[in-house]
């Protein structure tokens, strides 16, 4: 993810970035699904899935604690 893409992430409500979360751990769910069923072999997708749900969850922790 690009630092464009994460300035724009906090930019974003909380209510906003909680929808992204759930779409985005879909995605990845799916993702590693379709990994296991040997539809897809691509892991650097599956990489930037993980990556993009772990700094959305952290945006959202971050102002919890504020």
Do not use: V
Request: proline share 0%.
């Amino acid at each position: 993810m690009k630092k464009d893409a994460q300035k724009t992430l906090l930019a974003k409500t909380t209510e906003e970035l909680h929808a992204l979360q759930r779409a985005a751990q879909e995605k990845f769910s799916q993702m590693r699904f379709d990994l296991r069923a040997g539809k897809t072999a691509n892991l650097k997708d599956l990489r930037a899935a993980k990556k993009e749900t772990a700094i959305i969850s952290t945006i959202i922790s971050q102002r919890k604690h504020e």
